[in-house]
Each structure stands twice: as structure tokens, then as C-alpha cells.
């Protein structure tokens, strides 16, 4: 397979971690004779030291020509004074609606020997492999009327949550599809007792299932979703969910796996796809070679499984990680008593000569 991909480092361990996941998914393409073009562009505050914006159309149209785009993070304290509109972060943004971003993946994956980095107990959180798919472009966050207005003895706040018919299939489509990848079972996430959306919600989710009959289909209230996600995350495959209640869930999600570095994400939509970890730029801990390069990793593999459809080389990478923390190659955040402490370039080192 011949492919682009578009490498933005960003700021802060972005730098640091990127070119770890770079360097993996060379290994790749040299181990199953595949031909990856990386081709680097400035994005956040490094965009805007060098051109004065945190998204250079020349990034964007990079973006755009790619077939997916590996991101590490953006920001930091040098940038955040600047106006809203103008900060590293806004690129972000710029980046997902222009690429047409609405399909937010995020899975939350327990591996065992971390299972101490977690809050909650052993016996719970063992064996946790859960996929949070979010609508990303709709819903509450976008829906019109929204707004502050005065009125008599003091202020109203609104806002909408809107869905139609089209927003909710293709959302839906992609939870099945990637269910498909996966155990074949989704979790639709809705509050269909209460709000009318969410009544569309449940009634266009169980059509475009029509289309899907190897997958199994439950609904679930949002509040007990929740719940049942810290009695027992287990039983989940995919949480398909809206864009308030996603946001929300995919980071008490996040929390049952204890660890930030480690945890990868895929947006998807009508262009390229974009893959980048869950973590922002760490300037606490950036340029010292100690950041966890694995949720970029693990997002480079997540790149070859969705966009390029390489569900044997993605599973390479997932296992070389899974070796590697076996060995107890551990970078600082997680590491623990009788484990080998190394650097971010010596965990990418690793999970290269670990890869199967
Ligand atoms: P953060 O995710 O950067 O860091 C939170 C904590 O986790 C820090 O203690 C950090 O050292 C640690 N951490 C993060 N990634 C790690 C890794 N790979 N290995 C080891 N430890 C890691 O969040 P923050 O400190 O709130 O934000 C820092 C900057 O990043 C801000 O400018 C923020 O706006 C930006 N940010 C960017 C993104 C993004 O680019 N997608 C996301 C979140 C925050």
C-alpha cells in the first residue's frame, strides 16, 4: 500500500513523542512492504512563531491532500496570552471542522500490568476494552438558539441540542462498523426518556441496525451509563454517544485505564482521518525525553486500522506495545517497583525491536 501521511508535531512533547510513532510506522512499512510519504507541517505554537498563525493554510491544504494526518498536541504557557482567535489551540479547531472531523473515537484499553495505575480495583478493571465513539459536530454544542439574555429580574442561558436524521446515521455507522472490528457489540447511549432528540436518536440507531444484523444493539439510558460504567465497564464494546454525553463518558473512560499517556484517539469524517493522543503538550515535562510516547503510538495504530484498513499491522504494533511493557520497559508515569524506567526515545527504540 502506498500512502500519505501528514506528520504535525505541535509543541511540547509533540516534538518528543511524534517521531517515536513515526519512527514505528516505518517499521511497519518496512516489515510488511507498505510505502508511508511522511510529509511534515507546522501547526499550534510552533506554526506561530514561524508564520504568525496556529494554522497555516499550507498545513491545512497538507491536511487535506493527505490520507491521514498523525498529530501530537499544541499549546503552551508562551501563547497564552495571545487572543483567543489567535492561540494554538484554535488550530485544533480550524483543523477538525475543515477536515470535516465528526466522528470522535476513543478507546479505553486496560493493560494488565498497569492495572495498579488505576483508581478503581483489580477484579473491576481487568480485561477493560472499551471503544467511546462521540458525534463530534453536532448536538448541544452547536445547536442554535444559544445565548445570554436579559430578562426581567435577571438573565436567561440557552442552548439546543439538535440532531437529525443524517447526523445520527452516519455517526451510527461508524459505531457498527467498528464494532465489526471488534466484539460486535454496541451500546447506544441516549436519554430517549426525556428528551425528544434523543427519542430520534434511539429510533434512527435502531434502523441504520437494520443494516448490521452480526452486530448486537442495546440502548442505555446516559445515567446509567455512567453508573454502570464504574460497577462494571467490562461489559461494554462500543459506547455510541452524542457530543455532550461523549464528552463526558469517554473521560470517565479514560480514568478506569489510570494513565493519560497511554491512551490514543482517531477523528474521523469525510477527508483524511486525524490520529493524535488524548494529552495536551506537557510543557511541565517537555524536552527532557521523558514523555509516554505509547498513546501516539498506539494512535499510529489505530491510523493503519481505520484509515488504511491494516488490521494485521495495527495488531503488530498493539502487541510490540503489550511486549514491550511485559518486559517492563516502563517510561516514568508509569512506572512502578521492579520495572526499567527509560526515556521516550528508548520506549520507541523498544516497541520497534519488540514488533513482531
Ligand atoms: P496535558 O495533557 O498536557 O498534561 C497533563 C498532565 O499529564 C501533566 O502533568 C503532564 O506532564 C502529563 N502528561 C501528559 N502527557 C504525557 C505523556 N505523554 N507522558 C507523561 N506524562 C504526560 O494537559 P495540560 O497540562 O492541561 O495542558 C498543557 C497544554 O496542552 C495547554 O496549553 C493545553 O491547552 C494544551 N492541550 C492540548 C491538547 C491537544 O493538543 N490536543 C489537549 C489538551 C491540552
Not at 517515536?20 to 508511508?36: I, P, Q, S
Not at 437529525?164 to 441516549?190: M, Q
Not at 493522543?277 to 505509547?294: E, F, M, R
Amino acid at each position: 500500500m502506498k500512502a500519505k501521511i501528514a506528520v504535525l508535531a505541535g509543541d511540547g512533547v509533540g516534538r518528543e513523542i511524534v517521531p517515536e510513532a513515526v519512527k514505528v510506522l516505518k517499521a511497519v512499512a518496512e516489515r510488511y512492504g507498505h510505502a508511508f510519504e511522511f510529509i511534515a507541517g507546522d501547526i499550534g505554537g510552533q506554526a506561530i512563531e514561524k508564520m504568525g498563525v496556529p494554522l497555516p493554510q499550507e498545513t491545512l491544504i497538507l491536511a487535506k491532500q493527505s490520507d491521514a494526518v498523525l498529530l501530537g498536541a499544541v499549546g503552551g504557557p508562551k501563547w497564552e496570552g495571545l487572543p483567543y482567535g489567535l492561540r494554538p489551540e484554535r488550530a485544533l479547531l480550524g483543523l477538525r471542522e475543515q477536515l470535516g472531523l465528526f466522528a470522535n473515537l476513543r478507546p479505553a484499553k486496560l493493560y494488565p500490568m498497569l492495572a495498579e495505575a488505576s483508581t478503581l480495583k483489580r477484579e473491576v478493571i481487568e480485561g477493560i476494552d472499551l471503544l467511546v465513539v462521540r458525534e463530534l459536530t453536532g448536538g448541544i454544542y452547536f445547536g442554535k438558539p444559544k445565548g445570554i439574555e436579559t430578562i426581567p429580574g435577571g438573565e436567561r442561558g440557552v442552548n439546543t441540542e439538535v440532531y437529525t436524521t443524517g447526523e445520527i446515521a452516519r455517526i451510527a455507522k461508524v459505531a457498527f462498523e467498528a464494532a465489526r472490528k471488534r466484539r460486535k457489540k454496541v451500546t447506544s447511549v441516549d436519554k430517549a426518556n426525556v428528551l425528544e432528540s434523543s427519542e430520534l436518536w434511539r429510533r434512527v440507531v435502531t434502523e441504520v441496525h437494520r443494516a448490521y444484523p452480526d452486530v448486537e444493539l442495546t440502548h442505555m439510558y446516559v445515567d446509567n451509563c455512567a453508573m454502570q460504567l464504574i460497577r462494571n465497564p467490562k461489559q461494554f464494546d462500543v459506547l455510541l454517544c452524542n457530543n455532550l454525553f461523549g464528552d463526558i463518558l469517554s473521560d470517565e473512560a479514560a480514568m478506569l485505564t489510570g494513565s493519560i499517556g497511554m491512551l490514543p484517539s482517531a477523528s474521523l469524517g469525510a477527508h483524511a482521518g486525524l490520529y493524535e493522543p488524548i494529552h495536551g503538550s506537557a510543557p511541565d515535562i517537555a524536552g527532557k525525553n521523558i514523555a509516554n510516547p505509547i498513546a501516539t503510538i498506539a494512535s499510529a495504530a489505530m491510523m493503519l486500522s481505520y484509515t488504511f484498513n491494516l488490521g494485521k499491522e495495527a495488531d503488530a504494533i498493539e502487541q510490540a506495545i503489550v511486549k514491550t511493557l511485559d518486559l517492563g520497559y516502563r517510561t516514568k508515569d508509569i512506572a512502578a517497583p521492579g520495572t526499567r524506567i527509560v526515556g521516550t526515545t528508548e520506549m520507541g527504540d523498544a516497541i520497534v525491536r519488540n514488533l513482531r
